[in-house]
């Protein structure tokens, strides 16, 4: 079993920065990989980024590449998403979310342990 605590949400406006942070609890930390997600009213659900258990691997959503940048520190047992020049339409609650095992994935289906969320809100 895994917990996982998100972090760092609020209001920023376009332009501006944002650090989620992800706690993890119940598990050796370095055994499985991480994701962000993200989940704007009337969407689904959608991929923001991915990172392998040691954090040598990370995959972005076309949308935040170049924007977003996600880390992990294993002695911590935390996962990070750093999101500059925010846009309105990032606006969303963020989860962040572990697999069962070392291997990150794009798809939601593959990850057994989820956070309650974190509300991002941009403004223009």
């Known amino acids: 079993q895994v917990q996982l605590v998100e972090s760092g949400g609020g209001l920023v406006q376009a332009g501006g920065s944002l650090r989620l942070s992800c706690a993890a609890s119940?598990?050796?930390?370095?055994?499985?990989?991480m994701g962000w997600f993200r989940q704007a009213p009337g969407k689904e659900r959608e991929f923001v980024a991915k990172?392998?258990?040691?954090?040598?691997?990370?995959d972005y959503a076309d949308s935040v590449k170049g924007r977003f940048t996600i880390s992990r520190d294993n002695a911590k047992s935390t996962v990070y998403l750093q999101m500059n020049s925010l846009k309105p339409e990032d606006t969303a609650v963020y989860y962040c979310?572990?697999?069962?095992?070392?291997?990150?994935?794009?798809?939601?289906?593959?990850?057994?342990?989820w956070g309650q969320g974190t509300q991002v809100t941009v403004s223009s």
């Open positions: 119940g598990r050796t930390f370095g055994s499985y990989a």
């Open positions: 990172i392998d258990w040691s954090g040598g691997s990370t």
């Open positions: 979310a572990s697999t069962r095992g070392v291997v990150a994935a794009r798809s939601p289906q593959l990850y057994a342990y």
